[in-house]
């Protein structure tokens, strides 16, 4: 499976972007989709998961309220829709598949086997 991610960009605070991950080589759609980031100088961290079917979703406390996931399993696909952005969310964002056989998410990153690229989001202030 390779994950790509997109959408990132350059945005001032308050604004909104909409992050993409497209899954190819093998379907996701029984897996749980997760999204991470990595600021500069810190360690990658959780930010939002999505069960194997959209019903259940959850967030890290940072971003709740404000950022939104959501997937299209018939277009392999997963989103991050981010509103009110604060210069504090500017990090390489991360999608990644989890290996997890019940298709529950999680905030474990070594729950996940398949990972995106990255793609860059920066918030100026």
């Known amino acids: 499976v390779q994950l790509q991610a997109s959408g990132g960009g350059l945005v001032q605070a308050g604004g909104s972007l909409r992050l993409s991950c497209t899954a190819s080589?093998?379907?996701?759609?029984?897996?749980?989709l997760g999204w991470f980031r990595q600021a500069p100088g810190k360690e990658r961290e959780f930010v939002a998961a999505i069960n194997w079917s959209g019903i259940s979703t959850d967030y890290a406390d940072s971003v709740k309220g404000r950022f939104t996931i959501s997937r299209d399993n018939a277009k392999n696909m997963v989103y991050l829709q981010m509103n009110s952005l604060k210069p504090e969310d500017t990090a390489v964002y991360y999608c990644?598949?989890?290996?997890?056989?019940?298709?529950?998410?999680?905030?474990?990153?070594?729950?996940?086997?398949?990972w995106g690229q990255g793609t860059l989001v920066t918030v100026s202030s």
């Open positions: 080589g093998r379907p996701v759609s029984f897996h749980a």
């Open positions: 990644a598949r989890s290996m997890r056989y019940d298709g529950d998410w999680s905030r474990i990153q070594t729950d996940y086997d398949h």
